[in-house]
């Protein structure tokens, strides 16, 4: 009888086992490697970039350490505050994530770089006296104390997976550094109070708006018998709305570099766009209701174009806006460096608008999912309905409170009308069922009733807390690294 043959490369194949393992496990640990990897790229290629525009002039090196600093904050606003743009967009299906952040870091490197405002206030939208900080080396480490702080700030919150206002943390920084400066005086403590202000106003604004957007079509669509013909009626109307809206918001934003825009003149620009939408959108959408059944998941076909068009519309907005949180601070020092002195206005200059707008593309690829999903589908369940009520309340919201000078927050407008969804779905589902239970003469028991809550409470209390520390922590933080900057500066 035959003898088997030896395996002679047993000992081999095994440790080829071992290897290929080897290989898997470092890929696996490498993977969430890249990310950070290729933002410390970006980081690097900002100040690099910074050295060649700036040259071998004096203090050449301060500018290159405040574009890389500047380049963090960027990315760190792009991983943050762009979900709320785009995260109803996701959690209703209407897009992809990778569509959705392709959408938003084109929109918004072409909102920053468009109508991003060519001139910015230096001390963050007034926050700190004028003259308060009079020699420009403290100035200069103040703004880099703060936009450091505030970076710092955004990247914290991201990892908690806490939505929070960048406008703040940029207010809360230039706070902390101009405090320790020149002393509680220099501060502009009304205007701080109206930050404060705006934690309340902001999201309730946006959820009692959000709220009445969505009760409306319940009422006017979703609850009729002839829904298709309802919705031909009114889903025109409301993207006629969303048109106007955004069309008076940026004429204010852009319009204002060329000549001044008063109100009243972006209200009429605003009314005329939204009577062309609607116009407009009146055959499209008695094209797109042909053959749908007579449901309410049919209805959800009329809102996706709508919405993705007001996700795209919402981060133009906001690169235009918040780009200035990025940048502002950079644009200062830069003055600050060529010029020597401190001026209440400076000019950006283009190669500073391209850092900050591209750091928030870039930051939006690398991290920005993270907060998509949460702010999307983790607070409370979207559709194409409740997301477009929930971008429509963000347009309308800034439009009233700028009419009605109210401070507001984008980022608190956006979470609260999510939140102000949610809420409604639970009171009007409750509504239901109880009505359906006195019918049947058996009313929902309360263990019942908590059991279908509609909104996860505890993303509520995170996103909340996160909110009332973000200035006073920027502001600490701020303050701190103010002190070791002028500490190793000596």
Known sequence: ??????????????????????????QFVARPLVAPGIALAFIVLAGVAAGLVI??????????????????????????????????????????????LIIAAVFETAGALIAGGDVVKTVSTGILAQGAVSDSAHFIWAMMAALLAAAL???????LGAPVSTTHSIVGGVVGAG???????????????????????????????????????????????????????????????????????????????????????ATLIGLATGVLCWAASVPLIRHQSEGLENRKRSLRKLFSLPLVAS???????????????????????????EVGDIASTVGIPVWVMV??????????????????????????????MRAYCVALSAAVTVIVA???????????????????????????????????????????????????????????????AAWIITVPASAGLSALLFLLMTALAR
């Open 1 to 26: 009888m035959a003898t088997p043959p030896v395996n002679q490369w047993k000992t081999l194949d095994k440790d080829l086992k071992r290897i290929g393992r080897l290989e898997e496990a470092t």
């Open 55 to 100: 040259g071998a002039q004096p203090g050449h090196l301060i500018v290159v350490a405040a574009a890389v600093i500047g380049a963090y904050m960027a990315l760190n606003i792009g991983a943050n505050d762009v979900a709320n743009n785009m995260g109803p967009a996701v959690g209703a299906n209407a897009l992809t994530l990778g569509g959705a």
């Open 153 to 159: 700030w955004l990247h914290l919150a991201t990892w």
């Open 179 to 265: 405090v320790v400066a020149a002393g509680f005086g220099a501060v502009n403590w009304g205007a701080l109070g109206s930050i404060a202000l705006s934690w309340v106003i902001s999201p309730v604004l946006g959820g009692v708006v959000a709220a009445a957007f969505l009760a409306f079509i319940k009422a006017r669509i979703m609850y009729v018998e002839d829904k298709i013909a309802a919705a031909r009626l009114w889903v025109p109307v409301l993207i006629g709305i969303m048109a106007g809206a955004f069309a008076a918001y940026l004429a204010i934003k852009g319009l204002n570099k060329l000549f001044h825009v008063s109100l009243g003149l």
């Open 311 to 337: 996700a795209a519309l919402l981060s133009f907005a906001h690169g235009a806006n918040d780009v200035a949180n990025a940048v502002g601070p950079l644009a200062a020092i830069v003055h600050s460096v």
């Open 355 to 384: 850092v900050g707008a591209l750091g928030i593309s870039v930051g939006l690829m690398l991290f920005g999912p993270k907060l998509i999903r949460l702010v999307g589908s983790e607070i409370t369940k979207l559709n194409p």
């Open 402 to 464: 700028s009419w009605l000078g109210l401070p507001v927050s984008s980022t608190h407008i956006a979470v609260g009308a999510i939140f102000g969804v949610g809420f409604y779905r639970e009171w009007h589902a409750e509504r239901r069922a109880r009505m359906l239970g006195l019918q049947k003469g058996k009313p929902v028991p309360p263990e019942e009733r908590s059991r279908r809550r509609l909104v996860r409470r505890s993303h509520m209390l995170t996103v909340a």
